[in-house]
């Protein structure tokens, strides 16, 4: 049985292995529908770090949207050998809230189907790899 808490920044989340609840993102200026992640043990509640990157993480990402473009693009042409839109590239499908104060958006992405591509913040640095360098 899952438990449901309401959160007073994340707002609704269920535990099922983390808190998690689905929320509309807008990236690039474009809308998306994503999962929203706050990793926790069992039985353990949100932390206060995890609620102040969710409460941040909008801002952050539209202040420096133009950083976020280009280090995407890059990785794109240097990882996975290709040059093109962004929105053409990879879809954002999760925003992880990690317990060590990191945060990331995981792209599902045609041209790596089975690493997919992760925009990480790990103390204030922005990093662009494969999902499993982070997770």
């Given amino acids: 049985m899952s438990k449901i808490v309401k959160d007073k920044i994340f707002g609704e989340m269920e535990y099922k292995h983390s808190w998690i609840k689905r929320d509309s993102f807008i990236f690039l200026d474009k809308a998306y529908m994503v999962n929203v992640v706050a990793q926790a043990y069992r039985g353990d509640n949100i932390l206060e770090s995890q609620q102040f ?37 990879m879809e954002p499908k999760t925003i992880i809230f990690e317990r ?20 990480f913040f790990v103390n204030d640095e922005m990093k662009v790899d494969r999902q499993d360098i982070f997770l």
């Fill in 100 to 119: 060590d104060g990191s945060w990331g958006i995981l792209f599902d992405s045609d041209y790596d189907i089975e690493n997919g591509v992760a925009l």
């Fill in 53 to 89: 990157n969710y409460s941040n993480f909008r801002n952050y990402l539209e202040e420096h949207k133009e950083f976020i473009k280009k280090k995407l693009a890059e990785y794109c042409k240097v990882a996975l050998n290709i040059d093109i839109a962004l929105s053409e590239c």
